[in-house]
């Protein structure tokens, strides 16, 4: 096979880009099980009034984990202590391990956060109440964070699609494709997986990953 | 820059080899927790003279997965109804995920079946008895089985790490590195992962991988 001069240069500037991206380490950030809830079912899980206490920040700007959790439950069986993750969303949203689905019965399907097309149904019980949502159960889509300088810096689209190799040096390093890129200035650089992933990878919150 | 004769021959020979490997796929076998006993431990948990009652053949020839389960603890947490394998072995020897592990309160390394250098700790219960293994725990090193035809057939050496490829067309393609290479005439094609891994990628017994 002989390349035309065009074919040679497309692979040339594709080795190059991959090559200046992969120099910048992006961060980790390893999700536990947590849920988003709207003000109505957090009224109908805590209580009218009640408010989210902040129990730490995310690395994501403006959001942070509550002291509040829940119990959320399917078919075969049930998971306690879910964390609330605040401000609160126009949708429910509940994010687990696939690990985590299988023991509660449920099969949902792969999603980018606020994407609750095909979400499964699940049960969600607070300490003053419980709700049914429909379809409100997700796993997450692998994603990185970034915000436009970041983005610009590594010539990086928001909803693109993006290999990123982590576990370098450890016993299980991974390349994880389709890791969906989300631009916006309310993001900072950061690698999103979940326990299934990070576990597989062998890596933790923090550890360096890279997009190859 | 420019490549040598030599170095373009060696890295033309490489890709050539990795095209021929990927064309043959590679069933996936999905590790659940499970784990091996000694003839000794057997006695204590079951009860000298019980034998393991075949549950159904693994795809490995030779072994069997048993009717027989038992408990396994930690300082943070139990797992119930983990199964034998048998036949019995020379070491015991306990495979969990690393979700597992965690919930267990438990270190484990991974490590390659048979080697349990490091192991950890674990309690072990059966309905006639307990016993504490002070280096059974591991979590397994992902691997390819191979018969000796197999392996000659795609050029691949015992003891050789592989890059495999699973997942493709999915939500979660993952590319799996340093995965061991195991041939015996007591093999049969199958690349092992656990759960965790299964998770990640999305794939589940049966899907196919390929060697890339």
Do not use: C
Not at 164 to 176: D, K, L, N, S
């Amino acid at each position: 096979m002989r390349l035309s001069p065009d074919q040679a240069q497309k692979i040339a500037e594709d080795l190059s880009l991959r090559l200046e991206r992969s120099k910048t380490p992006v961060p980790i950030g390893v999700s536990n099980r947590h849920l988003h809830l709207t003000q109505e079912h957090w009224d109908a899980l805590f209580g009218k009034g009640s408010q989210p206490k902040k129990y730490r920040p995310t690395r994501q700007p403006g959001y942070y984990a509550a002291e509040q959790a829940v119990d959320v439950e399917g078919p075969k069986g049930k998971i306690v202590n879910v964390r609330v993750v605040a401000p609160h969303r126009t949708k429910t949203q509940v994010e687990v391990s696939r690990t985590d689905a299988l023991a509660l019965g449920l099969n949902p399907p792969v999603r980018g956060s606020g994407t609750l097309t095909g979400a499964a149904p699940i049960k969600i019980t607070g300490p003053k109440g419980s709700v049914d949502v429909p379809d409100a159960l997700i796993i997450a889509q692998r994603h990185v964070h970034f915000s436009p300088a970041e983005a610009a810096a590594m010539k990086v689209k928001d909803g693109e699609f993006l290999r990123v190799r982590a576990g370098v040096g450890g016993p299980r390093e991974t390349v994880f494709e389709g890791a969906l890129a989300r631009v916006s200035d309310k993001f900072a650089l950061e690698f999103h997986i979940d326990t299934d992933e990070a576990n597989a990878a062998w890596v933790k919150n923090g550890d360096l990953a890279y997009i190859v």
